[in-house]
């Protein structure tokens, strides 16, 4: 019994030093950069409305943090789902991606979407406002398939 008390308070005390060593935050206070999917799209308000609450957290380089990342080792579990999400689309960047990139990301975009997989379920667990409605998805959709058409013109 004595062996699960100090193994329970090393766990303790452990988890208590790991919240001084806090991870790189994902923000970027300044404006949209010309490069940011929005401006090169001029999307209309409510796309970026819809994007920005359930895209950009993940897909950017400015997250808005719940207060539950700053407790560890969900902090870090936290970043590296950011930095994840990042490595395979960042809308900041969009612009400086190729025709094809382009291309290839706004179809697996619309794909992602119309299959239910963005956002990720498991972000839906405590983003409820993230979720998509039906409507919004149809928007979103409709404006990507535009998007998709002219720039394949």
Excluded at 1 to 6: L, R, S
Excluded at 54 to 72: A, E, I, L
Excluded at 99 to 105: D, L, P, V
Aim: net charge positive; hydrophobic share 35%; with cysteine.
């Amino acid at each position: 019994m004595k062996a699960i008390k100090k193994i329970f308070l090393a766990g303790i005390i452990l988890l208590l030093v790991l919240q001084f060593f806090q991870p790189i935050r994902n923000t970027d206070k300044g404006q949209a950069p010309s490069s940011d999917f929005m401006q090169v799209y001029k999307a209309p308000i409510s796309i970026q409305r819809t994007m920005l609450n359930s895209c950009y957290d993940c897909h950017s380089n400015n997250t808005h943090y719940p207060f539950y990342s700053y407790v560890q080792p969900i902090g870090y579990l936290l970043e590296k789902h950011i930095r994840n999400g990042k490595q395979e689309l960042n809308f900041n960047e969009w612009g400086n991606y190729s025709s094809r990139k382009k291309r290839n990301k706004l179809s697996a975009i619309r794909e992602q979407i119309e299959n239910n997989k963005m956002p990720l379920p498991s972000y839906l667990i405590l983003h409820q406002n993230a979720k998509l409605s039906e409507p919004q998805k149809q928007e979103l959709l409709k404006w990507i398939k535009s998007v998709e058409k002219r720039d394949s013109l």
